[in-house]
């Protein structure tokens, strides 16, 4: 009896700290790490959704800025491509300043998304150049050995394409196609839910993640446009919509983000150097 209440007052002060505590508050936008400008705010708007959201805008030219995919397990190794594990653990192994969930996984089923089972990425990833498998649903925003960002517009990705990308993530639709919305990816879905979002915008060479509590796919492309991304698309949303900082940002406490319900599988980050003590 005492040993359950114990573990239930536990898991209870974990939750406070972790999905109340350390939640985002309204932020303006401000760089927290060298090259990594951030803010939150609440989005508020009955056509298009409401809740906290969090943007990190990311200048690929800054030195000390590393881009990075959670590595998966070849095929020729493990029957899997991942194991599942919390957000929080990922964060801290993989030592991130800046870290988001990535693609959908299979399979998904609740009693199949404990931490420490074993899934496939749904869509297509590729990491230091070795690609994961062919999805022919994905389509793939990819960085050559330069950091250029490249999206591929057909699906499923080219052999070449393959063959060129350094770092590569699938996704299901293009929600930003040349600064506009891509409205052929998303016309039938209004719902607004908890999702996540990576863009970029190749000639000024940045990179944006965004996650929000609920929102349109249409608010955010438009939001995302606004921002000046001209190419890119959502990531695996509701329950795994995670978006989480890394030690001493800036001006924010260390590990504020938004954390989905369930572990994650592919996640996606960026390395950064501190900005400097005035």
Not at 32 to 44: A, N, T
Not at 170 to 182: A, H, K, R, S
Not at 220 to 240: H, K, M, P, S, T
Request: aromatic content about 12%; glycine content about 10%.
């Amino acid at each position: 009896m005492i040993i359950g209440v114990l573990a239930f007052g536990v898991f209870g002060l974990l939750y406070w700290h972790f999905y109340i505590r350390l939640l985002p508050e309204p932020f303006e936008r401000t760089e927290i790490y060298r090259g990594v400008f951030y803010d939150s705010g609440i989005w508020d708007d009955a056509s298009t959704g409401s809740g906290k959201y969090m943007v990190a805008e990311i200048h690929l030219d800054e030195p000390g800025i590393k881009f990075f995919i959670r590595p998966f397990y070849p095929k020729s190794v493990r029957s899997r491509h991942y194991t599942l594990l919390p957000i929080d653990v990922l964060r801290s192994s993989l030592e991130t300043e800046v870290i988001l969930n990535g693609t959908l996984y299979s399979p998904h089923e609740w009693y199949q998304s404990l931490p420490g089972m074993k899934v496939d990425s749904l869509e297509t990833l590729v990491v230091e150049g070795y690609p994961s498998h062919v999805d022919p649903k994905s389509y793939l925003l990819w960085f050559d050995e330069e950091m250029n960002s490249h999206l591929e517009s057909n699906k499923p990705p080219s052999v070449d394409t393959l063959a060129m990308a350094r770092w590569g993530i699938g996704m299901q639709g293009i929600l930003v196609n040349g600064g506009n919305l891509g409205w052929g990816s998303f016309k039938k879905d209004e719902r607004q839910i908890r999702r996540t979002f990576i863009g970029v915008d190749p000639d000024e060479r940045m990179l944006w993640f965004m996650a929000f509590e609920s929102v349109s796919p249409v608010g955010l492309g438009i939001f995302a446009i606004e921002r000046g991304v001209r190419f890119g698309g959502l990531l695996d949303a509701e329950g795994a919509t995670t978006f989480v900082l890394g030690e001493n940002p800036k001006g924010i406490k260390s590990y504020t983000g938004m954390r989905g319900k369930r572990p994650l599988a592919c996640v996606i980050g960026i390395r950064a150097d501190p900005v400097p003590a005035n």
